[in-house]
């Protein structure tokens, strides 16, 4: 038991940073899933290979996904990039695979220790950001100068604190503090919504209404999450908005941002590229260098100049992470990409031993995520994959309890 306890340090160190670090150094987050997953190399030691492979079908396809992408430097149009690419995302899962072998292999004690972490950390992170919403940012004064001080900065950060936020709902549920819970929750989006993170807030929402249908019914919530993540996965290829579109909805939605606007751009550049090479793509991150790509939005579609839309049709990704699975990968990497979601759906939904709370806040944060997939980031951004494995590790760390026995 000793041994078990002692992978919980390094998952409490993480949990106490997370939050703060997503907020104020966001892409610090890929060196930390690095640092915590050696010290569990070092804490487990020989333990970590029977700890991976518990983890089987899920390790099988990310290296699948990994391998398949480093492939695709044999016709990348940038291949030295897409071979490092496989090579990081195969690293990456690795780290990642690890943090989550070690929090499934924790005792009571560690589980303990962890959840602790956890509230502390999110209240650290929301005490900081109410500083810096309530004093004009100092802090982010202090380390950026001036330039750096506008909201967006906090983009990634407002995404970073939703999904932690759950790990700390979860550990309140679990030891009785349903109040508590709420008021965590709350504090939380209220916070997300001052950083004007609008994708993040929304996805804290819908993540509400998940939690509420995958505490009645989790595996029909799965299977209903599920079911329209596949839907979008098949068609999104197949219905990029053309100029008349674009047109109609600025003039429906006049108060559309224009971060929309230039979205809705991205999707169609991205469908038509896609169209040239459906079946391989074209090669792993190479968006950032498809032919066209630095072509300003407003001369792609001939757009009215008043409008003032600035920006290139393809600024280093889709902005979607299907759409870049089609775009990069092809038809393999859009069924991987798929395959590999809907696996982690019914791992939350049909695992064995997980209280009812367990299952509906794991759905809650695949739905948490899935917003800023298809909304924000590129998917293989290093920060990125890094903040949802480390989530994920700190939710499987939390919620490996077993449910109580009924009469």
Same mark, same amino acid.
């Given at each position: 038991?000793?041994?078990?306890?002692?992978?919980?340090?390094?998952?409490?160190?993480?949990?106490?940073?997370?939050?703060?670090? $997503?907020?104020?150094? =966001? !892409?610090?987050?890929?060196?930390?899933?690095?640092?915590?997953?050696?010290?569990?190399?070092?804490?487990?030691?020989?333990?970590?290979?029977?700890?991976?492979? %518990?983890?089987?079908?899920?390790?099988?396809? !990310?290296? !699948?996904?990994?391998? +398949?992408?480093?492939?695709?430097?044999?016709?990348?149009? &940038?291949?030295?990039?897409?071979?490092?690419?496989?090579?990081?995302?195969?690293? @990456?899962?690795?780290?990642? !695979?690890?943090?989550?072998?070690?929090?499934?292999?924790?005792?009571?004690?560690?589980?303990?220790?962890?959840?602790?972490?956890?509230?502390?950390?999110?209240?650290?992170?929301?005490?900081?950001?109410?500083?810096?919403?309530?004093?004009?940012?100092?802090?982010?004064? @202090?380390?950026?100068?001036?330039?750096?001080?506008?909201?967006?900065?906090?983009?990634?950060?407002?995404?970073?604190?939703?999904?932690?936020? /759950?790990?700390?709902?979860?550990?309140?549920?679990?030891? $009785?503090?349903?109040?508590?819970?709420?008021?965590?929750?709350?504090?939380?989006?209220?916070?997300?919504?001052?950083?004007?993170?609008?994708?993040?807030?929304?996805?804290?929402?819908?993540?509400?209404?998940?939690?509420?249908?995958? /505490? *009645?019914?989790?595996?029909?919530?799965?299977?209903?999450?599920?079911?329209?993540?596949?839907?979008?996965?098949?068609?999104?290829?197949?219905?990029?908005?053309?100029?008349?579109?674009?047109?109609?909805?600025?003039?429906?939605?006049?108060?559309?941002?224009?971060?929309?606007?230039?979205?809705?751009?991205? +999707?169609?550049?991205?469908?038509?590229?896609?169209?040239?090479?459906?079946?391989?793509? +074209? %090669?792993?991150?190479?968006?950032?260098?498809?032919?066209?790509?630095?072509?300003?939005?407003?001369?792609?579609?001939?757009?009215?100049?008043?409008?003032?839309?600035? %920006?290139?049709?393809?600024?280093?990704?889709?902005?979607?992470?299907?759409?870049?699975? +089609?775009?990069?990968?092809?038809?393999?990497?859009?069924?991987? $990409?798929?395959? #590999?979601?809907?696996?982690? @759906? *019914?791992?939350?939904?049909?695992?064995?031993?997980?209280?009812?709370?367990?299952?509906?806040? $794991?759905?809650?944060?695949?739905?948490?995520?899935?917003? =800023?997939?298809?909304?924000?980031?590129?998917?293989?951004?290093?920060? *990125?994959?890094?903040?949802?494995?480390? #989530?994920?590790?700190?939710? &499987?760390?939390?919620?490996?309890?077993?449910? =109580?026995?009924?009469?």
């Amino acid at each position: 038991m000793i041994g078990k306890t002692s992978n919980a340090y390094p998952l409490a160190g993480a949990a106490l940073v997370i939050p703060t670090f $997503g907020l104020l150094f =966001p !892409l610090g987050l890929a060196p930390l899933l690095a640092i915590v997953a050696l010290i569990v190399l070092a804490v487990a030691r020989g333990r970590v290979v029977p700890m991976i492979a %518990g983890l089987g079908p899920f390790a099988f396809l !990310l290296l !699948l996904l990994s391998l +398949w992408g480093a492939a695709s430097s044999l016709w990348s149009i &940038i291949p030295g990039h897409s071979l490092f690419e496989g090579a990081r995302l195969l690293l @990456l899962s690795l780290e990642g !695979l690890i943090i989550v072998a070690a929090a499934r292999d924790l005792d009571d004690a560690g589980r303990a220790m962890v959840g602790r972490a956890a509230v502390i950390g999110l209240l650290v992170g929301l005490v900081i950001m109410t500083v810096e919403l309530v004093g004009d940012f100092p802090i982010r004064r @202090l380390l950026g100068g001036k330039s750096l001080v506008v909201l967006p900065f906090y983009d990634r950060g407002a995404t970073v604190l939703s999904l932690a936020s /759950w790990v700390t709902v979860l550990r309140l549920l679990e030891t $009785g503090r349903r109040g508590a819970a709420v008021v965590v929750f709350a504090l939380t989006a209220i916070v997300v919504w001052q950083l004007m993170s609008l994708s993040a807030f929304l996805a804290m929402l819908v993540a509400l209404v998940v939690f509420a249908l995958g /505490w *009645w019914r989790a595996r029909l919530t799965a299977w209903l999450l599920g079911g329209a993540f596949v839907l979008i996965a098949a068609i999104i290829p197949f219905l990029a908005p053309g100029r008349d579109t674009v047109l109609w909805l600025r003039n429906t939605l006049p108060g559309l941002r224009g971060s929309a606007t230039h979205r809705l751009i991205i +999707w169609n550049f991205t469908s038509e590229r896609w169209h040239e090479r459906p079946l391989l793509g +074209w %090669g792993m991150d190479a968006s950032r260098a498809v032919p066209g790509g630095k072509t300003m939005i407003g001369d792609y579609m001939n757009l009215p100049p008043e409008w003032g839309l600035v %920006g290139a049709v393809m600024p280093l990704h889709p902005h979607d992470a299907v759409l870049q699975w +089609w775009l990069e990968l092809g038809v393999v990497g859009a069924i991987l $990409g798929t395959v #590999i979601a809907l696996y982690t @759906l *019914w791992k939350v939904a049909a695992a064995p031993g997980l209280s009812r709370n367990a299952r509906a806040i $794991g759905l809650a944060v695949f739905a948490t995520a899935l917003l =800023p997939l298809l909304l924000n980031f590129g998917v293989w951004q290093s920060w *990125w994959e890094s903040s949802l494995w480390l #989530i994920a590790g700190l939710l &499987i760390a939390v919620m490996m309890r077993p449910e =109580p026995s009924r009469p």
